[in-house]
């Protein structure tokens, strides 16, 4: 197949791939109201940094709250470019192909942003660097600071790398971009001209990058995990928290990958590149991940309320019975059980539904990180006496809720730059898909 | 280089200009050469000047001595001649000289404290003593008495909760910083210069030993020129983790811990395993550790988690005073 052929085809795709890359009003509106609502959080956060962690609800005994709970939310929500692009990408999964820059989106967003949402839980934010300075390998922080670093840089790549191309492309044939930008795409391009040499450098790099991938991202939700499950408390002093976090983490990760297809999908009118069949696939890999954390679930709750040692006792009446009961079966039922099952059926995996499914999921997602934190530390092994009451039961404040809503901001942020000033679809790997092998460059 | 090298064509020259090779014939080039040289000279000249000053202010300084020898023991431990105008207060370095000392401990001793249950009324003076001494509010607990009923058929009683000081500390085992850290007599501390405030030990500890200042912490306006003692924790630091330290600035000066000292009753003993005895803070009576906690059948808080506690308890029997429920909240709100 030569050029000429295709031309139009080839032209129609970078049309259709990059057509939102400019800067228009609804862009501007929505960044606007992104900073606007960063700055009020930022505001929270000054407040937090005059004050004390003391304007947060957190105090001696649930001492870890929100943050902590969002901390492990972004990292769960970031272990999807694992599975997307290294696992389902390396069996050789062809429809991932518009799919896989979403997911390395996603997980360049939240891995960057997990990062500082610990730091808003320190409280002294101004000693960071002692972590590097004074640094104990002994203790698992370390082993997190290390692994999601490397994992952020290996995700940051793995986006870059096949963008390369794409920005060879976008600089020669897109027109809608401010003249002051062109010469950014030609400096990122590294002066690309699609000769097979370079693509076999690429594509080597990559398949690398995946294959490093794999243990990267593990790692970062397992030592993530091992920061509750290396205490001897009840509901963190588990075995199987490695994967049964593993396994949750892909849960969140698909649905957001899920939810974001369905708006760039509309927004940037990419039916026919993210057709039903993707979302009808995608629907199929969230619910089989979702059988597998069941599965964990299962084995967490069940082995320990078989055997009702003292403190899992006390513990899991709370989550089953007590007070944490109704968020508890709201997340399993909710955010589990129900979804596995509509997802059983064809129907409900069309591109609205399974949308609709996956807010759900990631919603309960979150809570579920909630009800791993928080209610192990409101009953320790001994009593919590003495002390006023907002010791004794956690409940957010209205700062700490802002402060904990700002990441979210920032990853919405992120994730809006990226999408908007590069192809949400790999531009040209979907041109080589669609039989066009060589792309001349005037 | 630029001023000792005024010839344009010098191949220092060509190096540092490699950015812009055609400054060296650009005349603005040159007047900015000359401002340099000039700026060069005179800096030399303010060097000299000060210089000579310096040494003059030495002098002047030198025939100032008062002939008034004071003979000072330093920090090491040697005795020393200094003429008394040569004394001056020390500067103000924000952390204690003991530093070292605090992290190393007291060679040759093993701190351990042994609480006798079927003595504690829950007369809280320890807890007072203790929270006066550390600048700590009433509801941050070093040391807290705690009602406690093991089963419905069992009688309920008071037992005084402090750090466990453990043999194998959890606490120090997840510390990312070193911050807090277990020293050779047995005793746990935490330093608070070091802390980051990343709360780890305090999910880590099982016996909720641990507390943290999460706001400005009592009295801190009026704390601020003293320098910090890792073997007090004090001044506390907001952000940081504060905790029981087995008054490890009392055994230093050889005295019994704050706590051990204020309690009425005789509920507490401390004392070195090594020697094997241990002192009662209220009779000042010394007795064997081994045959105390042999008679009295000693046990330790949550033996099943191995984390080896250096605390003891003696068990609630034969008590001879009525039992008061647990109080709730102090009403001061944090």
Request: glycine share 6%; net charge positive; hydrophobic share 45%.
């Amino acid at each position: 197949m030569t050029m000429d052929d295709n031309k139009l085809t080839f032209d129609k795709i970078t049309s259709d791939l990059t057509h939102h890359i400019r800067i228009n009003k609804g862009f501007l509106i929505w960044m606007g109201f992104l900073t606007v609502s960063l700055l009020v959080c930022l505001y929270a956060y000054s407040l937090q940094l005059s004050t004390g962690l003391g304007v947060a609800g957190i105090r001696d005994y649930v001492t870890w709250g929100l943050y902590l709970a969002n901390f492990v939310f972004f990292v769960a929500a970031s272990l999807i470019g694992m599975l997307i692009s290294a696992v389902l990408g390396l069996i050789g999964m062809k429809w991932l192909t518009p799919i896989t820059r979403i997911a390395e989106t996603i997980a360049v967003a939240f891995a960057a942003v997990a990062g500082l949402v610990i730091v808003s839980d320190m409280g002294r934010p101004e000693r960071l660097a002692y972590v590097f300075l004074y640094g104990r390998p002994q203790s698992p922080i370390l082993w997190d600071v290390t692994v999601i670093t490397t994992y952020f840089v290996l995700s940051l790549l793995l986006l870059f790398l096949p963008m390369i191309a794409d920005m060879a492309i976008i600089h020669r044939k897109v027109s809608t971009l401010p003249s002051w930008l062109k010469p950014v795409y030609k400096v990122l391009s590294l002066n690309f001209t699609d000769q097979p040499e370079q693509n076999k450098i690429i594509n080597r790099a990559i398949r690398i990058l995946l294959i490093l991938l794999i243990p990267a991202a593990l790692s970062i939700h397992t030592v993530t995990s091992w920061l509750f499950a290396v205490t001897s408390r009840a509901g963190w002093d588990s075995t199987v928290f490695g994967p049964y976090f593993v396994s949750g983490a892909f849960v969140a990760g698909s649905a957001a990958v899920i939810i974001a297809m369905f708006f760039f999908r509309k927004n940037y009118k990419l039916q026919d590149y993210l057709t039903d069949v993707h979302f009808n696939n995608m629907g199929k890999v969230l619910a089989t991940v979702s059988l597998v954390y069941l599965y964990f679930n299962i084995n967490e709750f069940l082995v320990p309320g078989y055997k009702l040692k003292r403190a899992d006792a006390i513990h899991l009446q709370e989550l089953f019975a007590g007070k944490d009961a109704l968020l508890f079966w709201a997340v399993q039922i909710g955010g589990l059980l129900l979804p596995i099952l509509f997802m059983l059926f064809r129907r409900f995996r069309k591109p609205l539904p399974i949308m609709l499914i996956s807010v759900a999921v990631l919603i309960a997602a979150w809570f579920k990180r909630y009800l791993i934190v928080i209610p192990t530390q409101e009953h320790p092994f001994l009593p919590i006496q003495h002390v006023p009451q907002n010791f004794v039961h956690y409940s957010p404040t209205l700062i700490e809720i802002l402060i904990s809503i700002a990441p979210f901001i920032l990853v919405l942020i992120i994730i809006t730059l990226i999408s908007k000033f590069f192809p949400v679809i790999p531009l040209h790997e979907t041109a080589r898909e669609k039989g066009i092998d060589h792309i001349k460059f005037d | 280089m630029r001023i000792l090298n005024p010839t344009s064509n010098h191949p220092m020259e060509e190096h540092n200009h490699s950015h812009s090779p055609h400054e060296s014939e650009d005349p603005k080039g040159s007047t900015r050469r000359n401002f340099l040289k000039n700026i060069g000279l005179a800096g030399v000249g303010v060097a000299t000047g000060a210089a000579a000053l310096y040494s003059g202010h030495i002098f002047e300084a030198k025939k100032e001595m008062s002939g008034d020898q004071k003979v000072l023991l330093t920090q090491d431990g040697k005795l020393v001649q200094v003429d008394s105008l040569e004394i001056k207060a020390m500067e103000k370095t924000g952390v204690a000289l003991h530093e070292a000392e605090g992290r190393e401990g007291i060679a040759g001793r093993r701190w351990v404290m042994v609480t006798d249950l079927s003595k504690c009324r829950n007369a809280r003076k320890c807890i007072s003593a203790c929270q006066d001494v550390h600048q700590l509010r009433p509801e941050q607990y070093h040391m807290n008495t705690l009602q406690i009923q093991d089963s419905p058929a069992t009688a309920p009683f008071n037992m005084p909760k402090n750090c466990q000081h453990c043999d194998n500390p959890p606490c120090v085992a997840v510390c990312p910083v070193d911050a807090t850290y277990k020293r050779q007599d047995g005793i746990v501390l935490i330093d608070n210069v070091r802390c980051i405030g990343c709360r780890f030990c305090m999910a880590a500890c099982p016996y909720s030993a641990r507390i943290f200042n999460w706001i400005e912490p009592k009295d801190a306006a009026n704390h601020v020129d003293q320098d910090y003692n890792v073997e007090l924790n004090v001044p506390q630091k907001v952000g940081t983790v504060s905790k029981c330290l087995f008054s490890a600035d009392r055994l230093r000066e050889g005295k019994l811990p704050y706590c051990v000292e204020a309690c009425p009753n005789g509920v507490y003993y401390f004392g070195d395993e090594n020697e094997d005895a241990v002192t009662n803070g209220t009779t000042k009576e010394t007795v064997r550790l081994s045959k105390l906690l042999r008679d009295n059948a000693g046990y330790q808080l949550l033996p099943e988690l191995g984390t080896k506690p250096r605390v003891y308890y003696l068990p609630p029997k034969n008590r001879l005073f009525p039992f008061e429920e647990a109080t709730e909240a102090t009403p001061e709100k944090a």
